[in-house]
């Protein structure tokens, strides 16, 4: 198990490095395109979210949510990244809603530190989890060599 330490700064960095955020996001969509058809399905999206388990839980105890809660939360989950409602959400639709939603999270934490656990087999694609290994990075690389002149 593992701990980092994340705040709004934390995850805008991340947002706002292009290149990595859309590397995860791509790599995530991936993963969730069970078919590979290149686009996400009402079903596809769904399973990805129950896997998250936020409906599950209410401070450590599980609870039972009705199914047809449940099918109207997922429903509105849905319709709300399918941005063009074509009943499919694909890279570009998923990407927006990702970074609005980490953007959220940003906005939440604001300057305030939190402490994240990580479970060992909590998977490379987590976006918070990036979002530190990101900021680490930038704490840990070793300064250049210094230069050697000739004169």
């Given at each position: 198990?593992?701990?980092v330490i994340?705040?709004?700064?934390?995850?805008r960095d991340f947002?706002?490095?292009e290149?990595?955020?859309?590397k995860s996001?791509?790599e995530?969509?991936?993963?969730?395109?069970?078919n590979?058809?290149?686009?996400?399905?009402r079903?596809?999206?769904?399973?990805?979210f129950?896997?998250f388990?936020?409906?599950?839980?209410h401070f450590g105890?599980?609870v039972?949510?009705?199914p047809?809660?449940?099918?109207?939360l997922?429903d509105?989950?849905?319709?709300k990244?399918?941005?063009?409602?074509?009943?499919?959400?694909?890279?570009e639709?998923f990407?927006s809603e990702?970074?609005?939603?980490?953007?959220?999270?940003?906005?939440?934490l604001?300057?305030c530190?939190?402490?994240?656990?990580?479970?060992d087999?909590?998977?490379d694609?987590?976006?918070?989890?990036k979002?530190?290994?990101?900021?680490?990075?930038?704490?840990?690389t070793?300064?250049?060599?210094?230069?050697t002149?000739?004169s």
């Amino acid at each position: 198990m593992g701990v980092v330490i994340i705040d709004g700064s934390t995850v805008r960095d991340f947002v706002g490095d292009e290149a990595l955020f859309n590397k995860s996001v791509e790599e995530r969509f991936s993963t969730l395109d069970l078919n590979g058809d290149g686009v996400l399905s009402r079903y596809e999206l769904r399973k990805a979210f129950e896997t998250f388990r936020l409906l599950e839980a209410h401070f450590g105890v599980d609870v039972v949510t009705p199914p047809d809660q449940l099918t109207q939360l997922y429903d509105s989950i849905f319709d709300k990244f399918d941005c063009d409602q074509s009943g499919t959400v694909d890279l570009e639709e998923f990407r927006s809603e990702m970074k609005k939603i980490m953007l959220a999270i940003a906005d939440g934490l604001g300057s305030c530190p939190i402490q994240m656990a990580l479970d060992d087999d909590d998977d490379d694609q987590n976006f918070l989890k990036k979002a530190a290994d990101l900021e680490a990075s930038k704490t840990t690389t070793p300064p250049p060599p210094p230069s050697t002149s000739t004169s």
